[in-house]
């Protein structure tokens, strides 16, 4: 299966019009006071779907004189769950995945998505799985970490590492095409309400797009 590359993106869900008491109640588990006697409304409003932030790191074009023009870094919040999954290099099928809500730290979420069946032992990954726990999994598990290497603390990316990064973009990019498939082809938006109803609804549109993809490769291998 040439290895596995993981990563995780923000599936979208309605956003929640709370005030700043019932935001508070939410974060705490709690069932705000005023939904209480209201079931009605109590049954539409998403409990377990978190705010996150996307950050976009701005890049200057080819050619451009960075002096005209600075670019500026974007932080862009999302409200919804997440889908963590993990997919083989060779045919780019979704092999394990998970759900949480779309504040949930990445790399936790490293182990479970391993696959033990995979017969290459190389691991992709950005730098958010890159941990000393997880590169110990990793080690013992006998699978071979490629995952970003982190930029040193206020200091320039050194040009070996940097290289190093680049070649391992270049695998890692893969798992790309599986979300933009899933946002822009499936429009993936979860509008149902809860963990579990959203677990499910994320599961049938990584099971949908793996149906796609082996109907995609079985018709580019079959005879003419």
Do not use: C
């Not at 110990?136 to 006998?142: E, N």
């Amino acid at each position: 299966m040439g290895g596995q590359i993981i990563d995780a993106t923000v599936v979208p869900a309605p956003k929640q019009r709370n005030t700043e008491e019932e935001k508070a109640a939410i974060r705490h588990g709690r069932i705000p006071d005023r939904w209480k006697d209201k079931p009605a409304k109590l049954g539409q409003k998403d409990r377990d779907a978190r705010w996150s932030v996307k950050y976009t790191k701005a890049k200057v074009k080819d050619g451009a004189d960075p002096r005209a023009f600075k670019p500026v870094d974007l932080a862009i919040p999302m409200f919804g769950y997440k889908n963590h999954i993990g997919i083989d290099r060779t045919h780019g099928l979704i092999r394990t995945w998970d759900a949480s809500a779309a504040n949930a730290y990445d790399g936790a979420r490293l182990p479970v998505l391993i696959s033990p069946n995979n017969t290459a032992s190389g691991v992709w990954a950005d730098t958010a799985y890159r941990s000393k726990k997880n590169e110990a999994f990793l080690a013992k598990s006998m699978f071979t970490s490629n995952i970003h290497q982190r930029k040193p603390h206020r200091r320039a990316m050194p040009e070996r590492i940097a290289r190093a990064n680049a070649k391992r973009s270049a695998v890692r990019s893969a798992v790309e095409h599986v979300f933009a498939g899933q946002k822009h082809r499936m429009g993936l938006i979860v509008r149902t309400i809860g963990m579990a109803r959203a677990r499910i609804k994320i599961g049938m549109a990584n099971l949908a797009y793996n149906i796609q993809r082996l109907a995609w490769l079985e018709g580019r291998t079959a005879p003419a």
